[in-house]
């Protein structure tokens, strides 16, 4: 189910649930005990029925991030820039990657690729080293020039 098929389907389930509610109050203030309990039960139906579709709709969003290595993690800090991923055209937030995609004698450079994208074609996260190590090797690289390296 796409964000937009379930957001018109918790709108759906909202007006429900303000109908419901109001006929309830109608049932309740008529003395329509009938009526009431009826409106009642469709309520909460509805009600929990909203509650269980944002539930899997949070379930779906964890276990498809927990899954892909190229998603920001929980309390990451990243940019809340938004980007237009240039393999599938798609708008997406920070974090992007720049990829050089290569077949045989043509390539091309896409600056602005999305996570999805990483991950669909199976591209695999580069190991990372602490800002401390890395510091500390420029800092060695610069303390020890030499002319050749190899």
């Given at each position: 189910m796409r964000d937009s098929d379930a957001d018109i389907a918790i709108d759906v389930l909202n007006k429900l649930i303000d109908q419901e509610l109001k006929a309830a109050s109608a049932g309740m203030r008529d003395g329509n005990r009938i009526l009431e309990e009826c409106a009642s039960t469709r309520y909460h139906a509805y009600t929990f029925a909203r509650d269980e579709i944002r539930?899997?709709?949070a379930d779906a969003v964890?276990?498809?991030?927990?899954?892909?290595p190229f998603q920001c993690q929980r309390d990451e800090l990243v940019t809340q820039d938004m980007h237009t991923c240039d393999l599938c055209g798609r708008w997406?937030?920070?974090p992007v990657y720049r990829v050089c995609l290569c077949y045989a004698d043509q390539s091309r450079?896409?600056?602005d690729v999305c996570a999805d994208c990483m991950w669909r074609l199976g591209f695999r996260p580069v190991g990372t080293v602490p800002l401390e190590a890395y510091r500390r090797y420029e800092r060695w690289v610069s303390e020890h020039p030499t002319g050749r390296r190899g």
């Open positions: 539930k899997a709709l964890e276990e498809r991030d927990a899954r892909n997406c937030p920070s450079v896409a600056s």
